[in-house]
């Protein structure tokens, strides 16, 4: 048996082992050692905390148009290896390579975009606010920010924020999920091509005492958070306390109304492709469907027909349009919530438990399964599952419908199928979530638009990805000047 690979941390422009436990990475699909991973100790994550402060008083005086030379470059980089990195992604976390490739696609556009930070990252001014006095607003970076990613999208949450990050003059440590740091082990291998200044750019694998590190070192001026709410409640306040700019993305539990009117073929792959895509672990996956009236009958059976007919696999393997979920752990708690599900009195209308895929046995696989007759109250009706389960619910008026998806804990997602503007034009108003689909099952917004969370989906002001990372990643200062008109007004 080849050796697995211990993966290394990138502090000051260095590959370096670490001292600390190493934990196992396996991949889903099959059960199979990849590599392992070390679970950095405090001293560490200093060490790359001091390199990064160092290197903040060059990367800020660094012009603007020179530090995006940087991300033109590893834009370039991450095209080159896209294929592989995409491999990598399904490999360690189990989507399917299209998937792996949609969640590259789009950390190259954040990329993309924060190249437009000299545009992005200017200030404000005006002349005469008061006789001879003028008065700017000037964006000047934070100094060390750093994210801390979660399991299901390796390869794009990190780029939510790191492109600006640096485009703004700021320093930065990545802590990516223990669960699956490969493919940030091959971005790392792509950004140490850059030759930026050492200090820069850091990774610092780790767990909980890695991220308390974070959470407490006196020079990390930010902390950018994905992941559960309970975790994001926990940085936040933490981090908070510690007088840091912080904003947290948690989970979710993301409704989808079905309107009799809706197009039910469309809304029929669409809502599946949401709810059963990534295997359902997507904070932006639909796992409540509401259907309303007539719809009921229709979308049911079709639905059902979907989901006991989707592809489930290994991720690598065309044709497969659903992978494992990330551990047997987390396969287990998806199996119990089923059961939740039904002891609450909801019929297993689709049941996706303990499926057979021929050839990989030990990959931790669940097929889609629809929960019918879901009760508004129930447990299952409120807690994410983060597996592919869908929940049908089903009511008479939009007005209950919208009252239900507004009761909710959670605002991450909200999703209508109708074909009527009025119905749409209401949704969109009432409706208590920071991203809205209309006849769209994924609302994810693209690299230029804010992630916008709402309730116990986000903590925080400002989202990531666009505008927001901008305004996040830097300080305004504002400057009010005197000269006296005898010296401006005078002849040279
Ligand atoms: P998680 O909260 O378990 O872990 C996220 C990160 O926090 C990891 O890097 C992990 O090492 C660290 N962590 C875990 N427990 C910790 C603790 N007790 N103290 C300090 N650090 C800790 O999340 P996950 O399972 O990796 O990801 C799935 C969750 O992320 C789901 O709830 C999903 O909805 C959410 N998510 C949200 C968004 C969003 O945009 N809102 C996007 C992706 C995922």
Known sequence: MTQSPILQNYINGQWCDSTGAHQDVTNPATAELLARVPLSSAA???????????????????????????????????????EDLARTITLECGKTLDEAKGELR???????????IPMMMQGTNLEDIASGIDELMIRQPLRVAAVIA??????????????????????????PSERVPLTMQKVFQLLDKLDLPPGVINLVNGAKETVDAILDHPAIRAISFVGSTP??????????????????QGGAKNPVIVLPDADIDMTTRITADSAFGC????????????????????????????????????GLET????????????????????????????????????????????????????LQNVDPGSEIAKTEIFGPVLSLIYLDTLEEAIALVNS???????????????????????????????????AAPMAFFPFSGWKDSFFGDLHSQGQHAVEFFTQTKVVVERWSQKDWSRQF
């Open 231 to 248: 975790v994001a409640r926990y940085i936040y306040s933490r981090a908070a306390a510690n007088g840091k700019r912080v904003q947290c």
């Open 279 to 314: 295997a359902g672990q997507r904070c932006l996956a639909a796992s409540v469907a509401i259907t309303v009236g007539k719809a009921r009958t229709t979308y049911t059976e079709a639905i059902a027909h979907t989901a006991a007919t989707r592809q489930v696999g290994n």
């Open 150 to 175: 979660p399991f299901n999208f390796p390869g794009m949450i990190p780029f939510w924020f790191m492109p600006y990050a640096l485009a703004c003059g700021n320093t930065y440590i990545v802590k």
């Open 408 to 442: 909710g804990q959670y605002g991450n997602m909200a999703c209508l199928f109708t074909s009527s503007g009025a119905a749409a034009r209401r949704f969109r108003y009432e409706a208590e979530a920071g991203n809205i689909g209309i006849n769209i099952g994924v």
């Open 106 to 116: 789009r950390a190259i556009e954040n990329v993309e975009i924060a190249c437009g």
């Open 44 to 82: 560490e994550l200093n060490a790359a905390a001091e390199a990064a402060q160092t290197a903040f008083q060059i990367w800020r005086r660094t012009p603007p148009t020179q530090r995006v030379q940087y991300l033109f470059r590893l834009k370039m980089l991450l095209e080159e290896q896209f």
């Open 319 to 370: 044709g497969v349009q659903m992978g494992p979920v990330i551990t047997a752990q987390s396969r287990e708690r998806i199996e119990s919530l089923i059961q939740l599900g039904a002891d609450e009195g909801a019929t297993v209308l689709v049941d996706g438990r303990q499926p057979q895929i021929s050839g990989y046995e030990q990959g931790h696989f669940i097929r889609p399964t629809i």
